[in-house]
């Protein structure tokens, strides 16, 4: 039997997504050697993680705490005309490495997925239909992942801004990135190409 305290330890991050048991026991047991300060500030950011970030108001970007805006959106270099639609915050950094976009993020909180549970009510939508509105936004960048599950939230997002605002210019991501994979994962190359290659719906 294992120490309690390296049990706990392995039981801990055995929550991690893509961290088997096997791997948790490694984990663990590279802390338990490593210097204590390893383990010390490990666990200090893990417990200001949740009291020093938030989601932004206006673009559900995560920001720390004490700010009340995004810099994307706060920043007056950026076209708040122009609005850039992703599932996840992380997906706004794998865009931004680009470097060829100066508008402004919406991030839906994930995708519709009625197999997870997850329904329109459940995303950002509202809140980016409101944007739309009150920024004068002139088009929205569609660039959900390309799964089954990215595809039917765009069609849906398609349908509803079409019908409220028949001058808004709906664009989609062009189709160079691979199916299956997250917009955090496909290289700047290829993001870069789709990005440009944009087409209307």
Partial sequence: MLPKALLDCIDALGHLPGVGPRTAERYAYFLFRSNPKVAETIAETLGALHSGVKSCPKTFALI????????FYADPARDKTSVLVVE???????????????????????????????????????????????????????????SV???STALLLQ????????????????????????LSYADQITLSAALSNRTTL
């Avoid at 720390?64 to 810099?71: F, G, K, N, T």
């Avoid at 950094?93 to 549970?117: M, N």
């Fill in 88 to 146: 996840e915050p992380l997906d706004i950094y794998a865009i931004e490495q680009t470097k060829q976009y100066q508008g402004t993020y919406h991030v839906l909180g994930g995708a519709i997925s009625p197999i997870d549970g997850i329904t329109p009510d459940q995303l950002h939508i509202k809140e980016l239909i409101s944007r739309v509105a009150d920024d004068s936004v002139k088009e929205v960048i569609i660039a959900t992942n390309p």
């Fill in 149 to 151: 599950e990215g595809e």
């Fill in 159 to 182: 349908k509803l801004l079409a019908e409220r605002f028949p001058e808004l210019k709906i664009t989609r991501l062009a189709r160079g990135l691979p199916l299956g994979v997250d």
């Fill in 64 to 71: 720390d705490a004490d700010r009340s805006v995004s810099e």
